[in-house]
């Protein structure tokens, strides 16, 4: 009988799979990373001033919490998975009260392909973009309205990660 015991232990213990748990090393969807530079002085970076982004989704602006009137000369924000365009709205000095916000805007829209990718079993997919066209003003206006940003660059179109710029910005 105990012989039957440590065979049935046996059979137990070699027959459980390894846990499905995505290690938090495992790389996730990468942001969008901008910095930002003189346009006088092209290879010179420049601080924006009281910097805040919105994401434009369904005629809805969404703050993005970590870029909220700060001071910076590089971001990194979500791109959308769920279709191929973002649409940002930039405000440098900017300052809420009763609800309106102010300070100086500018629309970015980029249209880009999403390329899945999966990881594990555990951790499911990823989304890697490529981004295909930047434009640095508010398309819906007639004519369109640019603001503080006088010029852009895709440095490297490929997002795959966040180690490096993918679009320079001018100011």
Not at 78 to 83: A, S
Not at 91 to 111: A, C, P, Q, R
Not at 114 to 129: H, L, P, T
Request: aromatic share 10%; with cysteine.
């Amino acid at each position: 009988m105990n012989s039957y015991r440590f065979l049935l232990l046996i059979i137990f213990i070699t027959s459980c799979e390894k846990d499905d748990i995505c290690p938090e090393s495992t790389q996730t969807t990468p942001q969008l990373i901008i910095t930002f530079y003189d346009a006088t002085a092209v290879e010179q970076s420049k601080t924006v001033e009281s910097l805040a982004v919105y994401a434009e989704k369904n005629s809805e602006l969404i703050l993005i919490e970590n870029i909220n009137g700060i001071n910076t000369d590089s971001i990194a924000i979500p791109l959308r998975n769920d279709i191929g365009l973002s649409n940002f709205k930039f405000i440098k000095n900017y300052s809420i009260e009763n609800d309106v916000i102010f300070g100086d805007s500018n629309h970015i829209y980029i249209d880009y392909e999403i390329n899945d990718v999966f990881v594990s079993r555990a951790c499911g997919f990823i989304a890697n973009y490529s981004i295909t066209t930047l434009l640095n003003y508010d398309t819906l206006a007639d004519p369109p309205i640019t603001g503080w940003i006088t010029g852009y660059e895709i440095v490297n179109s490929t997002v795959t990660n966040e180690n490096q710029s993918h679009v320079k910005i001018l100011h």
